[in-house]
């Protein structure tokens, strides 16, 4: 099983095992109907969080709304 | 003359809303002043920032549990960038996040003053528009960049009355009268109003509404400063609609001068 | 703090008031025009004025039968009147007309600028006082006259926003400010208010109210600038009492700058 | 029966007979619960229009109220 | 149009000026100062304060010796009278004192706004003016008593702009411009100037001169505040004479559209 | 602190001047006018404009016959040209024609508001200074685009006070500040100025010169008005080095109150 | 040689032997010809400063011109 | 002698014979010291007006300074 370096929120994390965006929301304990993901400065549609695999290397930005003016 | 009860309303992007009030999310004290300001506000559309989720407490309360985007539509907003490609960015994320294309565009020039940096904002709005976007764009009071970002295809205008945060109100009500003039897509100002009046003068200067966020998130009271602005801002659309008097330099007599004993 | 619902109201004369907006019956195209308009105003208290009887005509239409006087306070005025002596010789039959002893005291300097007289207003206030009449005073916007038509016993001082029936809005917010942190009575802004946001400013100047006529009859629709002015009090007071934001000279984020992509 | 001369509301009148103010206000068919009466200067309680007699000479103001500013 | 160099002069009681800046002695640093901004402001007339000798130092340097009395009119003033009697009987003083009867009259209402008591200045005037003063009178913006002083006989009449010592400038421009139609007698804005603008605005409106004290000597560098007045009360007297142009809403092109290449 | 006559001068394109009032040469009655106005003025600049010979009629008098540009620094003008390129030809010609390479760059947006088009500006402005032009530019009060010009390389940065020949005055002081305080190039303000009191404002919020036509030519006597403006200036500046008085709510004594009777 | 108890410039002052408003006004080193005098709320004419006598409980005012707005 | 069609500020003319530009503002009784000269959107350098020869076709713009805001 190898491991894979990514950057989440601008946080470099190091990942074990195959894993799905889905799965990587699930363990982050984050609620993915509220959020937005940008894979490489590419927007993962949120229909496909199941089935896209994170990647060595993947810089993932995950959004939600927040108050603002 | 339709007033509000009968279904004066103002169209966005080809929907319908019934208060001309904006108001944003920020600044406020916790979530629940936010809700319960934002109730009091009567707004229908709330501007929102989009940013990072904390993964380190990623359950921590969030806007939404306050705020339903069910019953308040959403407006994303791109406080916070620089560049046209920055905004472009944040709110495809935002599109994703939120399923909407209605869109608060605000590209900023400098950290001081925040005051728009137009050469970007055009670039982002023709973007943003070819990108499928309903583009509301916040920019300076200069007709010509109104104009122009009209001309690209932004569904709605919002010149600033002075800086965001600032609390100075209608600056340059020349210039906003002339972008009202011009303008066949709601104008509505944004920034800057710092009370109740301000947001009444935008109104009888014939803006389609207000967007505003610090002057009620920053009033001692902001439940009760956001009941003010709604009012300020129906009666500023009805002082508009009603036809203001005539002003004039010396005095005319409210009463007859006949029949005095 | 208390709002609207909650029973905000002012006290004149030991009289409590829900509405902080009077307004004057003078002005509108017709009676049917005056009685709609005060309606939709929300006002409680109308000024009117006292004239003699049309004899060769006595039957036709009255004020009294359109703006009934059991539902609305009405104040008699002194309109028209440039002395002391005439002053409360009208006030006097508005008393035995209408049995009320609460009036407002207008003594004017000359026809051009309608300015109060107010060393007769004073004379005259001394003797209404004396007589037992409750005097709410038209007054300039000089703190040492209105302090001094406060000590006399009058029991509401209204300052002129400028000159009635100008339409220009609130000239002197400095005087006007003295005159209500000086002030144990109820200060109300009387003439001179035009649109909407003059009331607003008005009242977020702290004043207790506004009295208006012009503003209303002479706008296109009199009806819809009525609900205008009594939304715009009602913004202006609550904007006072919410404690609107401080005026910055530089910008300040309606949004997080942490957390952005 | 002698004639009076009385001025009302700035106008001058002749009237024949005694007369109460109440008789003149009904012979103006005006509507006395509506108005005021100055005889002289004086202000005439209403509840003495039917009691107070018109003399020759008097100046009378009836007034009601209109709308003011 | 005759202009300062041809010889545009104002008349107070007679006499003819030059310079429509007229300055207070008060407020400086020391003497020295007081007399090195007084000769910058090119002013004739200069206001003086009559207090009690400090007989403990009877031979401490004098006003009179850096500011010469026949180099400059010296205009005594009853700053600090707060009835018509005191301020009578300091006039009296100060007539023979300095032997002339052109004084200023200022009879205050209270200590926090400094604004002038028109009742007691009404008394005081009439008094002084059957003593046979010339009495140039600080007063109210109020053109109904300003008309009053004037049919008393006051050679000058001096509205406030705003409160003394405030710096506000010009707070009422239509009441001042009232005060200029109906006067014949000079008419100065005194108190309340802050900067040249607002003197430039005085004469603008048509004021005949300006008298201030705290705006040169609060200035940073009073000698040089004392040359910009000047200037100032020059420029706004010749932009008055010149006829300003008319204001409009949209532009107007300065140079010729024809014979463009 | 240096005064005019001790040399207080502005530097524009390492060129010193000591008169900070820039004049225009449009719209006067002929060019006998013009030229006692500019000289009454004391204006060193002068804008100018390009337009084509009227060959039917080549020997009619010309402007460099009574405005010498020995005497005086000919700025010419792009007004009337709405993109760059007409802008960058119209100055080429102007440059062969005169011989100077100091120009003032004006694109407009549009005939009703004579705004200047920022975009346009931005890019003439790229051009001309790598045409080795010293560009002092016309724009608006965003200060975004004014600091943008700068960084381009122009020599000075002229925002509007208000659109040309509206006489508004400065609609806009915040922003006239922002920019003042950012830049290190001279700001003069152009366009808008309507009289005296307006240019003084200008130099009070620290701009280093106004530059102005209609006021002057459009006054009922420019000559006087143009001496009126060279005096404002001259204050405003003075003013403006000397570090105006604060302003206060409340009054504040000239006089002391010790030693009263 | 009788004492006298005067008010100038309201405080009481102790004065002896007889002397002129002139005498008094050098005794305090003042120079007569840039104030004015007050007596007894009655102003005193520079000219007769010479020949005015001072008597018991004389409220005397001596002014001169300062700095003002 | 051929003849040339050129437009000079906007208006078609017809001239004949070879001339410079110098022949042609003087024609037109121009005081070349104080015009500028562009040709077919060219600046013709003032030291080159008595050498460059008009051909046909020649698009010429000949202008000067005027009063301007």
Redesign the interface.
Known sequence: MQSMQVT????SRVLTGALTLEDLLRD????QR?????RN?E????STFGTVMIEDGDRL????????? | MKSIEEGDFFEIAGRRFRSRLLVGTGKYKDFDETARAIEASGAEIVTVAVRRVNLSDPVQPMLTDFVDPKKYTYLPNTAGCYTADDAVRTLRLAREAGGWKLVKLEVLGDQKTLYPDVVETLKASEALIKDGFDVMVYTSDDPIIANALEEIGCCAIMPLAAPIGSGLGIQNPVNIRLIVEQSNVPVLVDAGVGTASDASIAMELGCDGVLMNTAIAAAKDPVAMARAMRLAVEAGRLAYMAGRMPRKLYADPSSPVGGLI
Chains 1, 4, 7, 8 share one sequence.
């Open positions: 989440v929120n601008g946080e982050f304990g984050v609620d509220k959020v937005a993901v940008e400065l927007i993962v549609p949120k930005e995950v959004v939600h709304f927040i108050g603002g003016g």
